[in-house]
């Protein structure tokens, strides 16, 4: 297992711009989730895809947001209009979840935003 | 639903000296329990895990956590800290139901001193 990938690692933008994230899960992973951590805070969930299904999102998920996972392997996670509250780290995790299991999550390096 | 707390935002030790770092859960039922670290600018890495079986769990570099369900707590130890144990330390649940979102406490820093 190569772990999970996540691009860019560091982002700078503007209020008012789009960015996109991407996340590469562990090979084999069929479950992938986007969480979301900010100064002091333990992670929260955003969302997760069972292959290329979005199963849950969070009310932290508001309309700027979205993320897809389009063929069940990377995912990208998109913020649109961004403010300042956005920075944060954006982690992505997968695991490979047997039906009915709860398997364990592997976390990649994350993606730190800073909206300016 | 299932809150984490942990006790102290910030923990320092000596090298060498016992590492406690607490935890405790609110669930209706016993859940799945697990210790993340995460070193600066990094992602989180599993330490342990609790799921059945054994309450007593052993994870990597030398860490464990002893499952407490009359207690609600799964505190993290370590006999003897090494400056490189250093980093933020979050403890996290999930319902046994194989609904595996992670709810995560707010996190300890462990400072290990020389």
């Known amino acids: 297992d190569t772990g999970v990938s996540q691009n860019p690692r560091h982002k700078i933008t503007k209020r008012g711009q789009n960015v996109t994230f991407r996340c590469d899960p562990i090979?084999?992973?069929?479950?992938l989730y986007w969480y979301r951590q900010t100064l002091g805070q333990g992670p929260e969930f955003l969302t997760y895809?069972?292959?290329?299904?979005?199963?849950?999102k969070s009310r932290l998920l508001s309309d700027r947001f979205s993320a897809e996972r389009p063929k069940g392997s990377f995912s990208t996670l998109e913020i649109q209009r961004t403010e300042q509250g956005d920075s944060a780290m954006y982690l992505c995790?997968?695991?490979?979840?047997?039906?009915?299991?709860?398997?364990?999550?592997?976390f990649g390096p994350g993606t730190r935003l800073t909206v300016l | 639903a299932q809150s984490v707390t942990q006790l102290g935002s910030h923990v320092s030790v000596s090298e060498g000296a016992l590492v406690l770092l607490r935890c405790n859960y609110s669930?209706?039922?016993?859940?799945?329990l697990f210790w993340y670290v995460q070193y600066p600018n990094q992602g989180l890495q599993l330490l342990l895990k609790?799921?059945?079986?054994?309450?007593l769990v052993k994870g990597i570099n030398g860490f464990e956590a002893e499952f407490k369900k009359s207690e609600t707590s799964f505190h993290l130890t370590k006999p003897s800290a090494h400056m490189s144990d250093a980093a933020e330390y979050f403890c996290?649940?999930?319902?046994?139901?194989?609904?595996?979102?992670?709810?995560f406490g707010k996190g300890t820093m462990l400072l290990v001193s020389p």
């Open positions: 995790a997968s695991s490979r979840q047997p039906s009915g299991k709860t398997d364990t999550q592997y």
């Open positions: 090979s084999e992973h069929n479950r």
């Open positions: 895809f069972q292959n290329e299904a979005q199963l849950e």
């Open positions: 669930s209706s039922v016993p859940p799945y």
């Open positions: 609790y799921t059945t079986g054994a309450t």
């Open positions: 996290a649940v999930t319902p046994n139901s194989g609904y595996s979102t992670l709810t």
